[in-house]
Nanobody, 124 residues
Framework: EVQLVESGGGLVQAGGSLRLSCAASGFTSDDYAIGWFRQAPGKPRVGVSCIIISDGKAEYADAVKGRFTISSDSAKNTVYLQMNSLKPEDTAVYFC?????????????????WGQGTQVTVSS
């Protein structure tokens, strides 16, 4: 059974940093991707970043390019989202999700497994 556990959310001032973690378990190979999504109040959930575990290829939404960095630690089966230069508009519930087969990339696909979400609040 695949499980995803997020951690690292919190309250930070604008310009500050946070690091989110997504611990994944239950995968039998590394042919999968982990994506980070966020949902602000009253808005749809949107993709933020994703990484293909087997080759480390990463993608970013335009809104976070240059500020967020996604990385994976295969030894810990954990994916991190380092968020720098945070803005109030980054405030949202952040979810990590897993795409079971990432043979064709990690953007634009329906993800198979989801974590419970973690709140990120950026004050101005």
């Amino acid at each position: 059974e695949v499980q995803l556990v997020e951690s690292g959310g919190g309250l930070v001032q604008a310009g500050g940093s946070l690091r989110l973690s997504c611990a994944a378990s239950g995968f039998t190979s590394d042919d999968y991707a982990i994506g980070w999504f966020r949902q602000a109040p009253g808005k749809p959930r949107v993709g933020v970043s994703c990484i293909i575990i087997s080759d480390g290829k990463a993608e970013y939404a335009d809104a976070v390019k240059g500020r967020f960095t996604i990385s994976s630690d295969s030894a810990k089966n954990t994916v991190y989202l380092q968020m720098n230069s945070l803005k109030p508009e980054d405030t949202a519930v952040y979810f990590c999700a897993a795409l079971a087969s990432a043979a064709w990339g990690c953007v634009g696909y329906e993800y198979d497994y989801w974590g419970q979400g973690t709140q990120v609040t950026v004050s101005s």
